[in-house]
C-alpha cells in the first residue's frame, strides 16, 4: 500500500494544486477539475500508509506532514468524498471563486486529517480559518460581510491560543508531536480551548449559527462539514477521555436544541443541530473507552453525511426562493419531491431513525455511556435523541415542505444538485443497512451490533412519541419573526457600545491635544486662522494610522503570505 | 417559477389527515406492544419498562419545549435588533 509518491502527491498537496486551475479554466475543463480532482484526493487517502511518512526539519522540531492511520483515513475519506458531493452540487450555480475557496478550506481539513505534529497542524487550521471566511464572504450579502468579519475574529482569537498552547508545550517538551495529552496546565488548557472554540463549545457556541446561514446556499454546504469535524478529529487524537469534555458536550447538545426550537430561519435551526450532534461526539470524547472513540468517529463521518444532505435540502429550497425563513414557507413538497425526500431522509438520519446511518453510530455512544455506569449522562442522551427529532427530525421538513401552502409552487433541484442529494440520501440508508461497512475502518475492533431487538424498540418508542410531542405541543411552536440573543450579544452590542465610547473619548482628546499642538506651532509661522479652516499640520496630525489598512487587504496579505509559507514549506 | 396558486392537493384533505393520524396512532401502540416480546431489560433497571421509551421520550421533549417557551420570552428579539434584517 505504501509507495514513496505519496511523499509528493499527497491528498491534501493535489486538491490545493487543483485550485488555481479552477480560476484559470473555462468551461467543461473546469468543471472536469472541480469533480475529478476531489475523487483522485480521496483515492490518495487511500493511499496513505500507517505511520509517519515523511519526515522534515524546522529550526529544531521534527516535522511530520504526512502520517497515517485508521482514523486519519477515516476522516480523509469523509473530507474528500464531501469535498467532491459539495463540488457536484456546486459546480453549475457557484462562483469560480467561491468552489475554488471551498476547496482550499476543504484540504485544509484533509490536511489536519494527516497532520504528524502540531506545526503542521496549525497551519492548515489556519488555512482554513481564512478560506472558511471567504466562503462566508461569497455569500455576497451585507450581513455575510458582517458575520463573516465576526466569523473570522473568533477564529484568528482561537487561532492563537492554539498557537501560544503549541508554542508553550513545545517549549516545555521540546517535542512537537501529537500525542494524547490531559488539560493539567497552562499548555494543555490552551490548546484544549484552542480547539473547543472550533467545535462551538460554549460560551462561544453563537459563531457557528451567526456565521454559516449567511454564506450562499452552496457555500454554506461546504461550512457545514470540515471546521467542527476537524476540531472533533483532533480532539480524538490529543484530549480522548478528557473528563471536562463530558459536560461541554451535554451542554452543546441541549443548547443545540433549544436554540434551535426558537429559531425560524431553516438554515439556522441546522445550524443549531450541528453544535447539538457535535455535542454528542464531544461528550464521546470525554468519555474516552475504544467503544466511545469509536462512536465519536463513525458519528462524526455519518453526521458529516446527512448534515450536508439536509443543508443541500434547504440549500435548494433557498436557490430557487430566496427564503429560508419558516415563516415564509411551507407546502413545498408539492413541486419539491426530490428536494423534499431528501430532506426527509436527512431528517430521519441525522435523529437516529433504526436503518440510517445516524441510529447505527448514535448508538454506539450512548452503550459507551452505559457500559461505564454513567446514569445522567446515558438518560440525558436519551431526552436529547428524542430532541434532535423534535428541532431538526421533524421541525426541519415540517415547516419547509408541508405546514401550511405558502402559494409557493418553485421548480424542483437542478440535475446536479439533485445528484449530489440523492448520492449522500442513498449512503445515509446503505450505512444504517450495512453498518458493518462503516465500523471495520474504525480505529479500534468493533464488537457491537446496533440491531439488537431491544435497541430498536427502545429508539423507536422514543421516537415516535416525540413526533406525538412535536404535533401535539405545535400551537406551543408557532413560529415568530425573531432572532434570539446568545453569548454573542456581549461582542456585538456591549463590546461595540463600549468600544464606542472609547473612541470617542479618544477622539475629543486628541482633537483637544492637536489643537494646543497647533495653535502653540501657530504661534511660530502661521497667522492665526479663521474659525473652520484647517492647517496642514492639523490635517498631518489628524491621519489616523489604523484607519489606512482596510479588512480586506489584510485578510488578503495575510492569504497570501499564508499560501506562499504553505508552498514553500510544503516543498 | 413561482406561482400562487392555491389548491386542493389529496395530503391536505382533512380526510387524509384524519387517517396518517390513525395510522400514525397505530404505529405508536405497535411500537409499545413489541416489547412485550422484545422483553428489554435495559442498562439502569428503571429503563427496562415497558414503555419507557415512549414516556421517556414524550415527556423530554414536552420538558425541552416549555424551557424553549420559557428562554424565548427573555432571548427572542425582533428580527433587526442587531440592525441587519436580511430581508
Redesign the interface.
Known sequence: MASPMIEWLSPTMVLLASTPLIGLLRGHFRDAVILVVPLISLWLVWQVPDGVVMTLSFFEYRIEPIEGSALRRLFGTIFALMTFVGGLYAFRQSRWYEIAAGYVYAAGAIGVCFAGDLITLFIYWELMALFSTVVIWCGG???AR?AGIRYATMHLLGGTILMIGIISLALESGSVDIVPLRAADFSTWMILIGLLVNVAAPPVSAWLADAYP?ASPTGSVFLSAFTTKTAVFTLILMFPGEPILIPVGLYMVMYG??YA??ENDARRILAYSIVNQVGFMVCAIGIGTELAINGAASHAFAHIIYKALLFMSAGVVVY??GISKCTELG?L??TMPITMVCGVIGALAISGFPLTSGFTTKTMISQAA?NEAL?AV??LL???S??VF?HAGIKFPWFVFFQK?S?????DAPWNMSAAMILFAALCIFIGVFPELLYRHLPYAVDFNAYT??KV??????????????FL?LP??RR???????VDWLW??ALVALSRNLSSWAHATTAHLNNRWVRWLGQFNERPSEPGYVTRKQKVLRIDLWRNWSIGSTALWIAVLLASYVAIYAT | MVNSIKDDHWLERPKTVKRLWYGFIILLVLSVVAQLYTGGKGYFGIDGWVGFGAWFGFLACVVLVIIAKILGKVLKREESFYGESDD
Open positions: 450579502t451585507p450581513a458582517q449567511e436544541i433549544i426550537l426558537l430557487r426562493t407546502g413538497f408539492r452505559a446514569v446515558y438518560f436519551a431526552a436529547a428524542a430532541g423534535l401552502d402559494g409557493l409552487r418553485p421548480k431487538p431491544t424498540i427502545y429508539y423507536l418508542q422514543l421516537l415516535l412519541f416525540s413526533g406525538l410531542a412535536f405541543l406551543l411552536m415568530t419573526r425573531t432572532i434570539s440573543l446568545d456585538r452590542v
